[in-house]
């Protein structure tokens, strides 16, 4: 609330029950007297309208009879006024007002009273317009340079400008991508006119480009006939803000400046001629209308912001000035010269309040009255109080909407995965080489405490992996029931699967006295799958492509007591040797050393490692917690392998690359389609017969097309899908090796994996790539940067297709520089202060040009190819058999 009113200069009230809004109200000479007086000219959507000259004999007075000049009933809602040079041949001033559908220009004249009703003003028709479309508002200007004269735009509620050149109609033009329409204004600087679109969207539209675009009447022809004429109406600039605008407004500082203003729901902007922001201000309530003007300093701009709480704040530029108390709601506020006074800020309310008033600073002091003051009883007091805590008590044990008791109470959610495969295998259209695909059995129990609504349980497993059933649904009616429902995983491609875990997620909705419908809930469950599923005991193999060696603080233990389950030679050949064959068909080897404290796992692919791997790691440490050792560490000392990575980054980015293309063409061969039955269906309509022209060959040919190229875009769809899937092995086994060579702990591992496995499933839209690349920049940026400048680079805000790989694999190889000179990977608030650490080498920024991108490639690899005096210990695996975890 303000501490100044703003003083009442002249106010009334007009009509009875009648509308407005902020296109009702105007202030000009409208009847071009000599004294270059303004008067206020009013239309309301019940038709009428009204001419106002205020001349108070005092400040405050309300309207008296002589302040009306004219008072018409027009009959049609009056949209919007307007005074301008609407009449060829003269440059006197005219009105325009906008109806639904018609267009009036009023020549109106002041009469001199001679007696003591004042003055009067008449009102003569020069021409009127009749629309065929419904308008919804209207701008004026010199269109296209035009000297002494003013054209009129008016915008229909279908998105079409029409142009008027005073007495006749111009041309018509529809908006690209029309839905709504929204606020209308004219800059002459730039001979344009600006808009805001449906989509949030500034828009400008050059004048000349609307003239020589097609015109709006041949909008229904054939689009073979609006390739072949005309131009396309193509938009000058746009700019997005966000939100819906109120209104839009165009202030000239001089000749060679002026400034677009576009008042949102919100927000309040200032833009350039050319779309840039010259400022923005973030309003803390909500606006109703809004009148810049120039200021009296120089290049600075004054600003009316009327809003909903009956205030108008008075801004210079962004700096709030001034701010002022309303009687009413503004919908529409202007400034002008009333008998001899210059600025009074005319407003309207949408009820038709219109008040002239002026800035003053007589304070409007309020007073509070005595209260009956009594003797306080704190006996009684604390008999209320406890009252009271008891109340509160009881609805926060029975019928609040939020109830105090653990969600893990309510139900209780376990998985049990059989350690036998199936006795008659469950695997249907299995795409899998081998003969037989085994199956397990997976069995999850539900048990409640109280009654449950709308249970529904949810299995969620890694593809290729498949499940008999996924979906289950129950009714816990009664309190301690339990539910059990059984299914069966299996490999259903030939191809192996990122992880072998699942999860089980049960959502249900528990009621409460206050909420019947219940409270929405969520539980989840993970269960992790045998190895046996997808791998079965294989021929080792001395010679590999890929290996890794993991090393650790305790003494080999023997291969058969960890993979009891794939011995297939003598006990003796498998103590330090042991052969893995997935169904898919790889084949990986794992190699204890008998002298050193080292695991070596080899095999043809690298992603192939990754499986093979980590269950070693989590049966090495399940193995040593059995022997209560406790501090069991792995670690890995051998160089990171970023170049067998990128190669698989390489491979799915190209089958997307080509995805792209593929769809590309098919979209093309189905215009092409179509267009030839269109051709068909015309000559098998005519009367007259005529020759086909080979049209039926064409169409044959192009429909063999279209079904090869949509095979070809299920083809690579599949390649795509299977690619990801080896793509994410390979950065689950490259985040394990970097946790293992850094000493990473749990947090910063799980930063890791939310930075490069962000997807469960990549798409055109929005892929691996660019996701990775944005994540991996933010921590380049904020945990892992080095100065202040790093911190105020600015990241691109969308997520496009990247042209090639090479700056995201620039990017993953400066994440492992960084965190081999002492980087620390943390989301907490100070994570973008610069770090001050002490490393060998010093720190490399993010290269900003090619010869610093090339030092950095060659400083990362001597790195990594170098630093096996780095070991690190593995974080504990937070993931076992079973576990219920809850949300």
Request: glycine share 6%.
């Amino acid at each position: 609330m303000s501490l100044f009113k703003a003083r009442d200069w002249w106010s009334t009230i007009l009509g009875d029950k009648e509308e407005f809004d902020q296109g009702c109200l105007c202030l000009a000479n409208v009847d071009n007297s000599g004294n270059g007086q303004d008067k206020i000219i009013v239309g309301s959507f019940m038709g009428y309208l009204r001419i106002f000259s205020p001349h108070p004999a005092k400040t405050g007075d309300g309207a008296q009879a002589e302040d009306l000049l004219l008072e018409v009933d027009l009959r049609d809602p009056v949209l919007q006024v307007e005074v301008g040079k609407f009449v060829s041949g003269t440059e006197m001033l005219h009105l325009a007002v906008l109806h639904s559908r018609k267009l009036c220009v009023y020549s109106v004249s002041g009469t001199l009273g001679n007696v003591e009703h004042g003055n009067q003003c008449q009102m003569k028709l020069m021409y009127e317009h009749n629309l065929q479309r419904t308008a919804c508002n209207m701008t004026y200007g010199s269109f296209g340079g035009v000297k002494g004269r003013d054209l009129i735009c008016i915008q229909s509620m279908d998105g079409m400008l029409m142009v008027f050149e005073q007495e006749s109609y111009a041309f018509g033009r529809f908006l690209p991508g029309f839905l709504l329409p929204g606020p209308l204004a004219y800059s002459s600087r730039t001979d344009s006119f600006l808009t805001v679109s449906s989509c949030q969207q500034v828009e400008s539209y050059k004048y000349q480009v609307l003239a020589f675009a097609t015109d709006a009447d041949k909008r229904q022809e054939t689009e073979q006939q609006k390739l072949g004429s005309g131009k396309r109406l193509v938009v000058d600039w746009t700019l997005n803000i966000g939100e819906q605008a109120l209104d839009i407004c165009i202030v000239s500082f001089n000749q060679s400046a002026s400034s677009v203003f576009v008042l949102g729901e919100r927000n309040f902007f200032c833009l350039k001629d050319n779309g840039q922001i010259r400022f923005m201000k973030k309003l803390d309530w909500s606006p109703s209308c809004f009148l810049p003007y120039c200021s009296v300093s120089e290049g600075t701009i004054n600003t009316l912001i009327g809003n909903h709480n009956n205030m108008l704040h008075i801004y210079q530029d962004v700096t709030l000035k001034w701010a002022t108390q309303l009687p009413h709601i503004p919908v529409a506020v202007r400034v002008g010269c009333l008998h001899d006074l210059k600025g009074v800020i005319v407003t309207l309310s949408d009820d038709g309040h219109l008040q002239c008033s002026y800035l003053g600073t007589d304070p409007s002091l309020f007073q509070a009255p005595n209260v009956q003051s009594r003797e306080l009883n704190y006996d009684e007091l604390d008999v209320e109080m406890k009252e009271l805590q008891k109340i509160i008590k009881d609805v926060n044990k029975s019928q609040g909407v939020w109830p105090m008791t653990e969600r893990e109470d309510d139900l209780n959610v376990s998985v049990v995965v059989s350690p036998n495969f199936d006795s008659v295998s469950q695997a249907t259209d299995v795409e899998v080489g081998t003969d037989l695909v085994p199956s397990v059995t997976v069995k999850v129990t539900l048990q409640n405490r109280v009654i449950l609504q709308k249970a529904k349980l949810s299995v969620y497993v890694q593809p290729p992996l498949e499940l008999t059933c996924d979906q289950f649904t129950f009714e816990f009616m009664t309190p301690d029931l339990t539910r059990t429902v059984s299914f069966s995983v299996y490999l259903k491609r030939s191809y192996t699967p990122s992880e072998l875990e699942g999860n089980a997620v049960v959502s249900y909705s528990r009621p409460t006295d206050r909420n019947p419908d219940g409270i929405p809930r969520v539980i989840q469950c993970k269960f992790r799958l045998p190895l046996k599923l997808i791998c079965l005991p294989g021929q080792p193999s001395k010679t590999a492509s890929h290996k890794i060696t993991i090393d650790t603080n305790k003494s080999p233990v023997s291969l058969l007591s960890l993979f009891p389950g794939f011995a297939s030679q003598s006990d003796d050949d498998q103590v330090n040797v042991m052969g893995f064959h997935f169904l898919g068909g790889a084949r990986i080897t794992v190699l204890a050393s008998k002298t050193s404290q080292r695991y070596r796992i080899q095999s043809e692919q690298f992603e192939d490692l990754w499986l093979i791997t980590n269950e070693l790691i989590l049966r090495l440490q399940e193995y040593f917690e059995k022997q209560g050792v406790k501090d069991f560490a792995c670690s890995f000392s051998g160089s990171i392998p970023l170049q067998e990575y990128f190669e698989l980054i390489d491979h799915h980015f190209e089958l997307r690359i080509n995805g792209e293309k593929l769809e590309e063409l098919l979209s093309e061969r189905a215009v092409q389609f179509r267009a030839i039955q269109r051709r068909l269906l015309a000559r098998f309509k005519d009367k007259t017969p005529a020759p086909l022209q080979h049209l039926d060959t064409l169409l044959d040919g192009t429909y063999k097309q279209v079904i090869a190229l949509a095979d070809a875009v299920e083809e690579n769809q599949g390649n795509l899908f299977q690619s990801f899937t080896r793509l994410k092995s390979a950065t689950h086994l490259v985040i394990l090796l970097i946790a293992l060579w850094q000493k990473l702990s749990a947090d910063q591992v799980a930063i890791l994996e939310a930075a490069f496995l962000p997807l469960q499933e990549d798409t055109q839209e929005l892929g691996w790539e660019e996701t990775v690349d944005a994540a991996i920049s933010h921590l380049l940026k904020t945990c892992l940067s080095k100065s202040s400048k790093e911190q105020a680079l600015n990241l691109n805000s969308q997520l496009n297709i990247p042209k090639d790989t090479s700056q995201l694999k620039k990017h993953i190889t400066l994440l492992c520089d960084r965190l081999s000179k002492g980087g620390r990977l943390c989301l907490s608030t100070d994570a973008a202060a610069p770090q001050t650490m002490v490393m060998p080498g010093g720190c490399t920024t993010i290269p900003e040009s090619d010869l610093e991108e090339r030092s950095v490639e060659q400083d990362s690899t001597e790195l990594f190819t170098n630093h096996r005096h780095l070991t690190a210990e593995t974080p504990r695996p937070e993931v076992s058999p079973l576990q219920g975890v809850s949300e």
